[in-house]
RNA sequence: GCCGAGGUGGCGGAACUGGCAUACGCGCAGGACUUAGAAUCCUGUCCCGCAAGGGUUGUGGGUUCGACUCCCACCCUCGGCACCA
């Protein structure tokens, strides 16, 4: 008797049943393969989850599926994230108590994740802001700070004027707040950092190895942005009121090799700022310009393209390689917060050492000559005229090599958009009267040479690309050659765009006056005007001019300590007190932070209090700062009233060790079990989004790599596979909440069922790709699972397949296995349909072993309907437990294949043959057939390609 | 500007290592069933052409018996970084 398709029915009866049998609750210290299958946790908020991450999330558990049946212990946890200013914003704006509000949250977030069909283990569900957990996002503080790895420290930081909050680095994008898009500006507090720069390095040598998405590996090398260069020490002199040499300033550069040219020296404001603290009377423009620079807002003005400003020092620093006197400037382009905060300008070969000395007149040298070789080196150079055409985009040369008697051949054009080497071609064909031109070699690098352009009177630097022809045939036209010239050419290609870089002196003006002012040669080249390193080749006179003036090799980066303070209410408050008294005695927990105490680790956690007025105050401070009976407290060594840090730490730290904790949610006493740990991390495979790259991810890693130097966990990188999600749109747009157009999932999933929305949503696109959600789309699933119900039900099936049905079978177990693998379940979603058109195509052919087997492939995908149809014939145990079907690769081979018969490379036929056909016959089948020797006639074929398989080509 | 990803029918997307471009699905058109519609089923559906045939993977070129795939140049879209010396 036929029963409707009812997911209502099925996804209860399921959910009820495996929650009872604890299907998805692995036993942690008894596990023989466990496999930790982790998705980022979502921060709630009231809008409830996004279909987007619905998406991601039963994206990450078909693989967890897919894992568990193929014989892994999967654990798939799940929790909220639920600390912080997205929770505290939105909490805000309802006029509710985070605290309250995340109750509310909580519950509509656990349900809408019971609802979508995952094998979460929930026994270990876990949330920030429970203080069972928050405990040891404390205790984690502390033995940073005990190790040295947290301090306080004044200095210009990130503010957020809507969210009143300083920021990490990682939370500024693009010189505006993460969480609300509101510019931020600089201000000076004193702030809590973690010491990340200290793993700077070790951060960036283990992306290598890790098996993540390449996009998130190279984010993660930008952000932390290793430069290699030297410290060099410029001394000071002319300072009013100081005697000559008696201060000098340190420059970090990555160019020694242009020390030559460095006319003149620029530090940042800041430390313009702190020598005047430290005594130096600058004049008083120079106080201005300080006082204003330190005031601007970052952001705002776009920072590349605003005019330099300025000041003159009034006092000079001494060349080292030079001996020369340089005026040294103030400016706010030079950066205070990396290298040293001063530079050695080389305005000949820096853009925006350019740009400075153009705005304030200051004198240019060049020292870097763009050219490979000397013309003594090279006789070609000698013998090469450039032909310089001035509508055409480029110029081509062509030379003779010096063996052939170096006679200049031929000069053309080369339009942008057009191929050289085609090009090259054409034009010694023409020149020549050879017919066949042949591009022999292709310099796999572009070479930088210097012009002499006699027509125009102007030398230029170009990059250049070498290209070699050989001339094959006999020439049919014209002779214009003479037989024992037949040789090799060379043909360098010069694109417009990349012609001109810099021009030498006497020609300056004529050349900026026509390719444009300000651009100026920062490649590498031969040395010029540099005393005794004249002529050598920049690479190598880097370290050799830096050794002659005593500098030191150093690697800077570009990644800065991680701002860890918050001034606001939902997070976890900073377990620290400070001390007065010990402070005045200078005394304190560390030597070189004085009145400073970690709350001592039996008093943690420190509760966030339930207060009433939580609003971040906007003065720097948290909204704690006024609740007395918080931040009063002992000092943990004098016993004095002592007050406590009232600041929270940031989000990111809540979830930067999260994963540790699942496994070991049920340890009270320690933030983790050791050997639970040691068993489960790191995480097998991690699926979140790319917009974590330089947040959360790196942070994890930070800690991860601090644990492990702490010896907590025998592993320094916390994610074994990481892999990027993709974006989800609404009809071609991008989902937002002005656009109106932002999916609910509890619409979708109660009107159409789990099964149907989960295999809607992987059928959209590979799940590292976006996907466009169209609510006509869901119908095409609608209709496969509705045919699966239809096909099953009542359905006896017969003992054994037909061989042709076993075969498509088993294909399709290889097929579907491979894409969920490379989590691409759209193609494994397209097997299973075209399987099942099969089975509906021939249903007596379908034994009960494939039927079951389709159940299986499809179980990942759809759960509940394979589940419910699996018990019905009588599956043992639960299909989620079931072996993942094998596969017999003699199933995979097909007697004879349809292979397509070309002739030239046009498919004209198509032939039956056995893939192990050998040449011979394939050759005499082919030739066989009529629209061949039709085509054909009488000839024989000039060229006969077969591939075993795959296809004939026959040429003719 | 720099770094990265991508560009294939009306739409989402397939195409193993260079081997029949457009699988699978949506949509659309025609038909069957039905009093009727929804549903369901069948057929067709890259473009031009009645057909034979020709053309087609952003554009232009190259390599190859053969190119969505490799090489060169360019255009466009999206994402990240952005005075990092």
Redo the contacts with the bound molecule.
Sequence with gaps: MPRPYDPKAIEAKWTKRWLKEKTYEPNFLRAKRPFYNLMMFPYPSAEGLHIGSVRTFSGVDIYGRFKRMQGHDVFEPMGLDGFGIHSENYALKVGKHPADLAKVTAKNFYRQLSEIGNGFAWDERLETYDPKYYRWTQWIFVQMFKRGLAYRRKQAVNWCPSCKTVLADEQV??GECERCGTAVVKKDLEQWFFRITEYADRLLKNIDALNWS??IK??QK?WI?K?E?VEIKFSLEKIPGQKDGAHSVTV????PDTLFGATFLVI?PELADQWMHVGWRAPEKVRRYVAAALKRRIGEPA??D?A?TGVDAGFVAVNPATGARIPVWVS????A???T?A?MAVPAH?Q?DYEFAKQFGLEIVSVIDPVTGTPQENPREKKKIVAFVEDGDAVLTVQWGPELGGRLLIGGTVE???????TARREIAEETGYTDVE?IE?APETVHHRYFAPSKGIAFHAAVTVLRFRLNNKKRNAQKLEENERGKFVVEWV?K?QALREVTDPLHRYALAKYGEGMVYDGPGVLARSGKFTGMPSEEAKWAVAEAVGGTRVA?Y?LRDWLLSRQRYWGPPIPMIYCDACARANKGERADMPGWYAVPERELPVKLPQVKEFRPTGIGVSPLASVRSFYEARCPACNAKARRETDVSDTFLDSAWYFLRYPSVREAKRPWHSAITKKWLPVASYIGG?EHAVLHLLYARFLTMVFHDWGMVDFEEPFATFRAHGLITKD?AKMSKSKGNIVNPDEYFRQYGADTMRTYLA????LE????F?D??I??I???L??VWKFYDGAQFSARSDNAVARAAHRAADKVGRDIEAL?Y??A??AL??LL?EFERRPDAVGRREAMRFLQLLAPFAPFIAEELWDRLSGKGSIHCSRWPEVDPRFLKDETV???V?I????RD?IALAPDTGAVDARKAALALPKVREMLGANEPK?F?Y?PG??I?I?I
């Design positions: 994008i693009s390449e996009k190279i984010a930008n942005g430069s260069g970090f550069t990555t160019r940042s920072a590349g605003r330099k706010d382009y030079v950066l917060g990396y290298g905060g530079i820096d925006r942008d958009g057009e191929d050289p080497a085609a591009l292709r694109p765009s800077r570009r790319a071609g059928f959209l696109a590979p790709q976006g996907g466009d169209r006509e789309g119908r095409g609608t209709r496969f509705e045919r691409q759209n193609t979603i397209s349909m075209v058109n349809q292979i397509a070309q030239n490379g046009k498919v198509h060229k390609v591939v795959r296809i080509n040429v």
